[in-house]
């Protein structure tokens, strides 16, 4: 039998950070979850991949969170940022939306990729509550320990004392609200850019514009949110 395969390990300021949560008995248990189902099945995102979000994302430089919640779980989409699919692969829904509110709030143009790594490397941690995910199975991995996890990373950068500004996007996202503490942040609520609701209340939202005016005005710089 083939060894379990463990995760790549946080390399990054979150180290410290998130250090303790990775040798709880919930996380050691997790490993093995998702260690078996790669040996059963076809999981996403691949085992480099898992921590994309912190590995691209510090801490330190963290401005914006974005929550999402699974990883895409079809072939070649997932690359361990929330919304994200590497260049190539075809533009999902739900991001096709978010393109079309970022070109009406702030004129960006429509962007030919999906990949959102940029945003990543500017400050902005995109984030799914849930980091892996069995092939063509949506939320197979919820409930196995992910979520403990991820809300460790959500109070952590609620600790943080510069000012962040937090994107809910979705019921499963502002469940999260609670968790958020410091009044110094920004907290930005709409409903899911999946085309069921975007139509509902997240088109004409303007969360690209209103987190740049929460970071101006709280003496940070603001994102370029240009792909």
């Not at 980091?131 to 809300?151: C, I, M, N, P, Y």
């Amino acid at each position: 039998m083939m060894p379990l395969r463990i995760f790549v390990p946080v390399k990054t300021d979150w180290n410290p950070v998130l250090k303790a949560e990775l040798s709880k008995p919930y996380f050691v248990e997790l490993q093995k979850f998702v260690a078996e189902e790669r040996r059963r099945h076809r999981v996403y995102p691949a085992d480099a991949d898992v921590f994309a979000a912190l590995h691209t994302t510090s801490y330190a430089d963290t401005k914006v969170l974005i929550l999402g919640q699974d990883p895409y779980h079809g072939d070649g989409q997932a690359h361990g940022l929330a919304f994200s699919v590497q260049h190539g692969v075809v533009i999902p829904p739900s991001l096709r939306n978010i393109y079309s509110e970022l070109r009406d709030d702030l004129g960006v143009d429509t962007p030919s990729h999906g990949c959102l790594t940029s945003w990543a490397q500017r400050g902005v941690l995109l984030l799914n509550t849930t980091l892996t995910v069995r092939a063509g199975q949506a939320g197979s991995h919820q409930g196995k320990g992910w979520e403990q996890f991820t809300d460790e990373v959500i109070r952590a950068v609620a600790l943080n004392p510069d000012p962040v500004v937090f994107i809910l996007w979705g019921a499963s996202a502002r469940r999260k609200r609670a968790l958020i503490t410091g009044t110094h942040h920004s907290v930005l609520e709409a409903p899911h850019p999946s085309p069921l609701s975007a139509h509902n209340g997240f088109f004409g939202s303007k969360p690209f514009s209103q987190a740049n005016a929460a970071l101006v005005a709280a003496g940070r710089e603001p994102i370029d949110w240009s792909l």
